[in-house]
C-alpha cells in the first residue's frame, strides 16, 4: 500500500491529537456531584462491623456515592478484622464505640479507660487506623469520660439528628431524619436495621435535593466538613 501524502498525515495527527485532548479532559472532569456541594453533613453508623450486615450497608453507601463515619465497638473489630478493612477500603472513616457499648457513666476511671483504650488497639490491630473520633455509648457522657477519651487524643462526637433508626424507625421516618440536617450537622443512624439500609438510596437523593454532601467529621471541631 502506498504511503499517505504528508498533508494528509499531519492532519490525521492534528485530529488524533484533538481526540486525545478531548478524552484526558473528560476523565479529568470533576464529579457533578462535587460542584453540586453547598455544605456537607456527618452520616454517622453505630454498633458494628459484623459479617451480616457490613457488606451490605458499605455496598449501599458506595453505590450512592456516599461515605460514612462507622463508629466501630471493639469486641466485633476484634471479632471482625475483614470487615474493619472492608470499611476503610470503601472510603468511609472509623470511629471508637467503646469495646462492649456499656453506660459509662455508671462505670469508674478504669473501666471507662479500659473501654476505650481496648478499642483504639483492636480497631488499629484490624487494620482500621487509630481513632480519632469517640462516641460514647447512649451518647451518656460526663467529665471523667471525656477526660479518658481527651487522654488517647479523641474528640467526642454526639449528633444533631436521632434518626430513631434504634427504635423501629421506618424508612419514611429515617429519610425525613436526614432532610433536616444542616450545614455541618451529624445524624445518629446504625448499622443493623434493615429500614436504615433500605433508606440509603433515599438518604442519596434527599442530600442532593438539598445541595448537602456526605463528609467527614473533623477532629478538631466535631462537626462533619469536605472529605
Known amino acids: ?13 492534528v485530529a488524533v491529537t484533538a481526540v486525545a485532548g478531548t478524552v484526558t479532559a473528560a476523565v479529568q472532569a470533576p464529579p457533578a456531584r462535587a460542584a453540586a456541594c ?15 450486615r457490613t457488606p451490605a450497608l458499605l455496598n449501599a453507601l458506595r453505590q450512592n456515592g456516599l461515605r460514612a463515619t462507622m463508629f466501630n465497638e471493639g469486641q466485633f473489630a476484634a471479632a471482625y478484622p475483614a470487615q474493619v478493612r472492608a470499611e476503610v477500603s470503601a472510603g468511609m ?5 467503646s469495646y462492649t457499648h456499656p453506660h459509662l457513666t455508671q462505670l469508674g476511671q478504669a473501666q471507662i479507660d479500659s473501654e476505650i483504650s481496648r478499642t483504639q488497639q483492636a480497631i488499629a490491630s484490624a487494620g482500621g487506623g487509630t481513632p480519632q473520633l469517640f462516641r460514647p455509648p447512649y451518647g ?17 462526637v454526639i449528633w444533631d439528628v436521632d434518626s430513631q433508626d434504634w427504635n423501629g424507625a421506618s424508612t419514611d421516618a429515617i429519610v425525613q431524619a436526614v432532610s433536616r440536617l444542616g450545614n455541618g450537622q451529624i445524624i445518629l443512624m446504625h448499622e443493623w436495621p434493615a429500614n436504615t439500609l433500605a433508606a440509603i438510596p433515599r438518604i442519596a437523593q434527599t442530600l442532593a435535593g438539598k445541595g448537602l ?15
Open 213 to 227: 454532601c456526605a463528609g467527614r467529621i473533623s477532629p478538631q471541631t466535631g462537626r462533619a466538613v469536605a472529605p
Open 140 to 156: 451518656e457522657t460526663n467529665a471523667t469520660v471525656q477526660a479518658v477519651a481527651a487522654k488517647y487524643g479523641l474528640r467526642q
Open 93 to 97: 472513616w472509623i470511629g471508637n464505640h
Open 1 to 13: 500500500m502506498r504511503a499517505a501524502p504528508r498533508p494528509l498525515l499531519i492532519g490525521l495527527a
Open 38 to 52: 453547598t455544605g456537607y453533613v456527618g452520616l454517622t453508623f453505630d454498633d458494628g462491623p459484623s459479617n451480616d
